[in-house]
């Protein structure tokens, strides 16, 4: 059985790092307009460093919740069987086991010259404007997709989308398009669908089943069920 899952804030939540669109969400306290647009950027990029530096370094006081480590050890025994694709910019997937994340929307971790189009590991401050190491020009930004900007390949997607046998959101409000939209792709394409969240997401409708609760409860009790069905 293939498995694509999708997730988003909600899945680190517990570990402390605030969603979007909750009451207390980052962007209660932001105006996305201010820090996550391009046109931000070439408005104001000290404030836009600032905002992801900050947000960068708060990484090192995190840890994986339960639900990261269970897609972790799915992703162990599923192999090429199992696709991740996270909205989220945080590393606590690749930190709970997850060997192979699809960021469709950038990584905190991540900086993007826009000398030379070079993405590169990057885990210090950028409000200093450091040169790039790779063509020397000082014009790095935040190697994350902003409002307005393309995801991250969106061709595999839609490919594992196409081949998935079940499709899994955990922890997404379903807000934001393309991802929103990935539940009735996949299941045009005959998969069924599962939504596990908090509330119910803009699109519960779409989907053949929702769960509704904390991901770090329901993430690991799936994952036992799928694997129990694997050896059962
Ligand atoms: N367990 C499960 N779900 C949770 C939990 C939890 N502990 N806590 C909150 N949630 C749910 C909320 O109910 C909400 O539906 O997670 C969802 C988070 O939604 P958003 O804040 O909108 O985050 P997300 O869907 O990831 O946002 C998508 O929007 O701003 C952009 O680029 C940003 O990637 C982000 C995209």
Do not use: K
């Not at 370094?57 to 339960?66: I, R």
């Not at 060997?99 to 905190?108: D, F, I, N, P, Q």
Request: net charge negative; hydrophobic share 40%.
């Amino acid at each position: 059985m293939r498995i694509v899952v999708l997730t988003g804030a909600g899945i680190s939540a517990e570990s402390g790092v605030a969603t979007f669109r909750d009451s207390d969400g980052l962007w209660e306290g932001h105006d996305v307009e201010d820090v996550a647009t391009p046109e931000a950027f070439e408005r104001q990029p000290s404030v836009v460093h600032g905002f992801y530096d900050d947000r960068r370094a708060a990484l090192a006081g995190v840890e994986p919740n339960p639900a990261h480590r269970a897609l972790g050890r799915l992703g162990d025994v599923l192999g090429d069987d199992f696709f991740l694709v996270t909205q989220n910019i945080d590393d606590l997937h690749e930190r709970g086991g997850s060997a192979h994340v699809h960021h469709m929307h950038g990584e905190l971790r991540s900086a993007l010259c826009r000398g030379c189009g070079a993405r590169m590991s990057w885990t210090r401050e950028l409000s200093d404007y450091p040169p790039c190491p790779g063509c020397g020009v000082s014009e790095l930004r935040p190697d994350v997709v902003w409002f307005g900007e393309v995801p991250y390949g969106m061709d595999l997607i839609q490919l594992q989308l196409t081949r998935a046998d079940l499709f899994v959101s955990i922890g997404t409000s379903g807000a934001v398009y393309p991802a929103a939209g990935f539940v009735q792709y996949a299941a045009r394409h005959g998969a069924r669908t599962l939504e596990l969240n908090l509330m119910p997401s803009e699109g519960t409708h779409f989907f053949d089943e929702a769960r509704h609760g904390r991901a770090g409860e329901l993430v690991p009790v799936w994952v036992d069920e799928v694997l129990a069905g694997r050896s059962g």
